[in-house]
């Protein structure tokens, strides 16, 4: 779920948890994994791994954090066209709350307890409830929690057939916060 969430695959990764949630004998299966009746990960030897990468994945499907942004619904499945999430939390002190329908954001609200740059990527366009702040985003982050790792370019041979990626197109905004402080956008 995890590892498909981050490839930015929702449908995928909502395969793997309904695979995952599918209702196991305790005596007879478990074997291709599944869930048993006490909700328990039925996939031999760790069931705890199943159980709370599960809930990480969902996180990773509704936010990611690691390409110096915050990303709301980066892996959204279609069958969560509508929903809402309070309380993730983000690094650099960020908490976010947010809605959605048709896989727009609709409100967000984002608690910054140490200050510093937000920056948000979303799958529309936002505005700030109240007041000035909000501007799309340029250059790197200079939030340093935000610092991305220099990765060298790959060697790919010249005969090698790539396949493009289609993706999502967003709206990236960066918010200058203050310690304590509680931002909220809407849609445009």
């Not at 969430?5 to 196991?24: E, F």
């Not at 002190?93 to 740059?117: A, C, P, R």
Request: proline residues 6%.
């Amino acid at each position: 779920v995890n590892f498909w969430a981050r490839l930015l695959d929702g449908n995928h990764a909502m395969k793997l948890i309904k695979d995952q949630l599918t209702l196991v004998d305790p005596v007879n299966g478990g074997r291709n994994g599944g869930t048993y009746p006490n909700f328990f990960d039925a996939h031999p030897p760790f069931q705890i791994d199943g159980n709370f990468g599960c809930t990480a994945g969902i996180a990773e499907m509704l936010m990611q954090s690691h390409d110096g942004a915050i990303h709301l619904l980066p892996a959204l499945p279609d069958e969560w066209e509508d929903g809402e999430i309070t309380g993730l939390r983000a690094p650099g002190g960020f908490e976010l709350s947010f809605t959605w329908k048709d896989g727009q954001v609709q409100k967000i609200e984002i608690k910054s307890t140490l200050g510093g740059n937000c920056r948000i990527r979303v799958p529309n366009e936002v505005v700030q409830a109240a007041g000035d702040g909000l501007v799309a985003a340029t250059g790197t982050n200079p939030n340093p929690f935000y610092e991305t790792a220099q990765v060298k370019r790959p060697l790919i041979s010249e005969a090698a057939q790539l396949n493009t990626l289609d993706l999502k197109q967003t709206k990236v905004y960066d918010l200058p916060t203050e310690v304590g402080k509680t931002y909220t956008f809407v849609i445009k």
